[in-house]
């Protein structure tokens, strides 16, 4: 059994998590949810999105959510699915961002109208210009196990997209479990052979409990080398265009399982339990 000392959790609520709500949430409301994470210990948050409203209108916000992040002191992320995106998030100071790419062209192209290979195009000026700006870049590989629109993801999907990255430059890559349909075997398998592959990249696992196989695919994952994951408190979020796909694993979940297996968090589950309802009250799910 391998146990890290030391896990990472990166808090996505603010963003992943409140993303598909239906109705739109006040800004207060997100910035004092921001405020009660950066207090359990969060040395990281996803707390915006500069997709364009018309597509995601919940993240319609997102200039004031930076501002105040930037007000607040915390390290935070945004997501800039393309290159107007990525010029929004350096207007606001953003000091870290997330690109994404499906490993399933099906779900790419429904997401963001681009096939796989053509969104790993778009990245090359976007990386470059990142880079330069001296930002933090995260990349997303979305359905790195399964998707809802082709089935089976092949591992050679999943590698093609992973070698462009990690070519690019990308400081982290997170594997998606997004329509939260892959179980243990597969999860260990397929992170064992990336990391067997690319052993200097850091890689993050971003699992959803669709089918509540969630905190077993991160026990998984630990076994396969990964020591950091995303997590969203009171298991908010849910992909608005992968159908059925339920919230991330829940951080108070989460911190419960690695604090009892003696893993070092550096977050307080006390507090984190107290935030959960009213993360929960944010969402009409």
Known sequence: ?????????????????????????????????????????????????????????????????????????????????????????????????????????????KNINKTTAESLIECEPMFDKAKKRGMFIRAYISMVFNCPFQGEVSFEEVNTVCQRFIELGADEIDLGDTNGKADPKIVYERISRLRDLYPETTFVGHFHDTEKLALANVYAAMQAGISKFDSSIGGLGGCPYSPGATGNVATEELVNMLTRMGCQTGLDYNELIKISPFAKSLSSR
Not at 11 to 33: C, F, H, M, T, W
Not at 45 to 70: G, K, L, Y
Not at 73 to 79: C, D, F, V
């Open 1 to 109: 059994m391998f146990l890290p000392n030391e896990i990472e959790i990166i808090e996505v609520g603010p963003r992943d998590g409140l993303q598909n709500e239906p109705s739109a949430i006040p800004l207060e409301k997100k910035k004092e949810l921001i405020t009660q994470l950066a207090k359990a210990g969060f040395s990281r948050m996803e707390t915006a999105s500069f997709v364009h409203p018309r597509w995601v209108p919940q993240m319609a916000d997102s200039e004031e959510i930076t501002q105040f992040c930037n007000e607040l002191g915390i390290t935070y992320i945004a997501l800039t699915p393309n290159f107007k995106a990525l010029e929004r998030a350096i207007a606001a100071n953003v000091p870290q961002i997330a690109v994404f790419v499906g490993a399933s062209s099906t779900f790419n192209l």
